[in-house]
């Protein structure tokens, strides 16, 4: 390891921990959704690999404090995780995706974390030792934790300008700001994943080339609004609640909802440590298990003002709940003109969508994830995509435990892959033949 990255990895090992925010499981308290009108309490959770047979109850998982992770951080304050035996989970929130990866890298061992939340393609990417110092660390994909909640947010200096959902309006706009030598600039919080595809797909649908037309930058998620603020960024790729509070505070106006560029699109996953899935197979279902009854819980109507209550609070997102209500009941003003959207149906959606299971990770979507990275050249166009994904996506765990919590046969994908995907500038991905996608699309990186 250079001293440079080894100064990187120990420095963001060293800000993790101390930033790290615990909720420790409540060992030997019934959850209380076990606990129900007269009968009598349920018998304290099981003991360290005793009970419901996991082989062990204590797990670490890593969050970032986005709508993403909703799932992550309900099962285990409403005891879904403790309800399936996993008596000793602690949800941690991490300080950027950087910390995740280091501290997955670690291991809970080494004060570290054994799976998180993570944009897609990272558990790849880490799988590959593309992002851990060429150090291939094996990785599992497990469970989709949410659909929609992202978007494409643009400084108000923009307004009045085509920036739309088509912004293929802009286009002279944005070959003007360029021959200026003030090139439009677009951030992201991590490169190469979501967000950056996100953009990326947004701005080549208008006929605007992402590598050449405007600039993209990585930018540290605590310096996101600042940088908005003092006009140094014009666009930002991101997550719920961010669209919502860059309009509430009057910084910019949403161009696009991820929901918008791609109806029920797959967003992030939880993946995990592969050494720690195959060491602990029942206590990675039981997570699984906890996460999909944390879900179901999520998408119901009546629990949404919870969700936010919970989410607001001040060892998760510490924002105010009145922030999170909307975007969570599918509210948005876009601005700049735009139709305001009030829409259930376009909110973040965790168990269910308007193609089927979204917490199902279907391999057609890695597929997809990683056919965008060869667009780009993020990964060389000779990657070989199938074995990548048949040796990362564990959709077979995902059904196993589905089937042991009692999932209706119905909500339970007999598929592999969810088909053909449309976006909303026509484009059509057929899993089955990802360069013929390649193949369409009019500006990419790669030579197909
Ligand atoms: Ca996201």
Known sequence: MSQLSRRRFLFSAGVSAVGAVALKGCVGNPPSSTQTGSSPPAAPAVNVGGGQGVETATARIGYIPIFEAT????????GFFAKYGMTDVQ?????????ARDNLVIGAAGGGIDGSQFQMPMPYFIASGKITDNKPLPMYVLLQTSTHGNGIAISDKHL??????DASKAKGYISELKAKGTPFTAAYTFPAANQELWIRYWLAAAGIDPDNDVKLITVPPAQTVANMKTGTMDGFSTGDPWPYRILAEK??????????????????????????????????????KGIMEAQQWCDDPKNRPETAKILAGREFFNLAEDILN??????????????????????????????????YPYKSHDTW????????????????????????????????????????????????????????????????????????????????
């Not at 949800?91 to 910390?99: A, D, E, F, M, N």
């Not at 009045?160 to 959902?165: E, P, T």
């Open 71 to 78: 799932p992550l951080i309900i099962a285990q304050v409403k």
């Open 91 to 99: 949800v941690l929130k991490q300080s950027s995706w950087g910390s």
């Open 160 to 165: 009045g300008k085509g920036l739309n959902l």
């Open 251 to 288: 910084i910019g106006f949403m161009s696009a909802l991820t929901a918008q560029i791609w109806p029920n699109h797959p967003e992030e996953y939880f993946a995990m440590r592969a050494d720690w899935v195959d060491k602990n197979p029942k206590s990675t279902k039981a997570l699984l």
């Open 326 to 359: 909307p975007p969570l009941q599918g509210k948005y003003a876009m601005g700049d003109g735009q139709p305001t959207i009030d829409d259930a149906k376009m909110s973040p959606l965790f168990w269910k969508d308007g193609k089927g299971s979204v917490s």
């Open 369 to 448: 994830f990683l056919t965008e990275n060869i667009r780009w050249a993020m990964l060389p166009e000779d990657t070989d995509v199938k074995a990548l994904v048949d040796k990362t996506n564990r959709e077979d765990l995902w059904r196993e435990a589905a089937k042991e919590a009692g999932i209706a046969d119905a909500d339970i994908p007999k598929e592999t892959s969810r088909g053909v995907e449309k976006f909303f500038d026509g484009t059509t991905f057929d899993p089955s033949d990802p360069t013929a996608y390649l193949k369409s699309l009019k500006i990419k990186k790669v030579k197909v």
